[in-house]
C-alpha cells in the first residue's frame, strides 16, 4: 500500500458525459501527478501540481481539466468523453518537485461505452 | 520529438540466469526513472537516477544511467520467478515525464 489513494475504482459512463476522478496524496506529499495508461498509448504523463499550484503539463487534452486543493487532494475531471478516452488513470505523489521518489495509486479504471 | 525506447519489449529468462534491460532516449536528460507493474496493479517506483553514472541497487536488480550516451540500463543477476513482472523505465525532461513501452519479464523455474 503506496498510501496514495484513488476514487472510485472503476467508472462506466457514456460517450459525452463528464466524470471527475479523485486522489488523496501521502501525508506529507506535495506534489501529485495524473497519468493515463491505454494499451494504445501506454503510460502518458498528463499534468503536475505542486502544493495547489500547476507544476507541469504533458500530453493532456483540452476536455480534461485538474486541480490541487489546500488540502493537497487532486481531482482530474475528463469532460466531453470519447471512446478513446477508456483507460487507466492513475495518479502519484511525492514530497517535492521532481526528482523525488514517486508513489503511485491504485488506479481508476474508467471505461466509456 | 522525445522518444524512449525500451527493449526488449518481451524477455523470458530461466531462474538464476542474469539479463539486462535497456532504455535509450533522445533528448538530454539527467532524471531517469524506474518502474515495476505486476498484472493488474499500479506503478512501483523502483530506482530515481538524478545524475551521470548513478547507480543503484536493491536486491537481485541494479540500475544505471549514461546521460552522455542518454542510456539506462536494469540488471538482473540470478533471476527468480518473484521478478516477472513488466518493467518500465521513464525520463524527465523539463518536468514532462515519457515513458518507455515497457518490458515484460517472464521468469521460468
Known amino acids: 500500500d503506496s498510501g496514495v489513494t484513488q476514487t472510485p475504482k472503476h467508472l462506466i459512463t457514456a460517450t459525452g458525459q463528464r466524470v471527475t476522478l479523485r486522489c488523496s496524496p501521502r501525508?506529507?506529499?506535495?506534489?501529485v501527478y495524473w497519468y493515463q495508461q491505454s494499451l494504445d498509448q501506454g503510460l502518458q504523463f498528463l499534468i503536475q501540481?505542486?502544493?495547489?499550484?500547476?507544476?507541469a503539463k504533458g500530453n493532456i487534452l483540452e476536455r480534461f481539466s485538474a486541480q490541487q486543493f489546500p488540502d493537497l487532494h487532486s481531482e482530474l475531471n475528463l469532460s466531453s468523453l470519447e471512446l478513446g478516452d477508456s483507460a487507466l488513470y492513475f495518479c502519484?505523489?511525492?514530497?517535492?518537485?521532481?526528482?523525488?521518489?514517486?508513489?503511485f495509486g491504485p488506479g481508476t479504471r474508467l471505461t466509456v461505452l | 520529438e522525445l522518444k524512449v525506447e525500451q527493449n526488449p519489449l518481451f524477455l523470458s529468462m530461466q531462474e538464476g540466469k542474469n539479463y539486462t534491460i535497456y532504455c535509450n532516449y533522445s533528448?538530454?536528460?539527467?532524471?531517469l526513472y524506474w518502474y515495476r507493474q505486476d498484472p493488474g496493479k499500479s506503478l512501483e517506483s523502483l530506482f530515481v537516477?538524478?545524475?551521470?553514472?548513478a547507480v543503484k541497487q536493491e536486491g537481485r536488480l541494479m540500475a544505471s544511467l549514461d546521460t552522455k550516451a542518454r542510456l539506462s540500463t536494469l540488471h538482473i543477476t540470478a533471476a527468480v520467478h518473484d521478478l516477472s513482472a513488466t518493467y518500465f523505465c521513464?525520463?524527465?525532461?523539463?518536468?514532462?515525464?515519457?515513458f518507455g513501452a515497457g518490458t515484460r519479464l517472464t521468469v521460468k523455474p
Open positions: 501540481y505542486y502544493n495547489g499550484e500547476e507544476r
Open positions: 537516477l538524478l545524475s551521470n553514472g
Open positions: 521513464a525520463v524527465d525532461i523539463a518536468n514532462d515525464m515519457r
Open positions: 501525508s506529507g506529499d506535495l506534489s
Open positions: 533528448t538530454t536528460s539527467d532524471r
Open positions: 502519484a505523489s511525492s514530497v517535492g518537485g521532481n526528482g523525488n521518489e514517486q508513489f
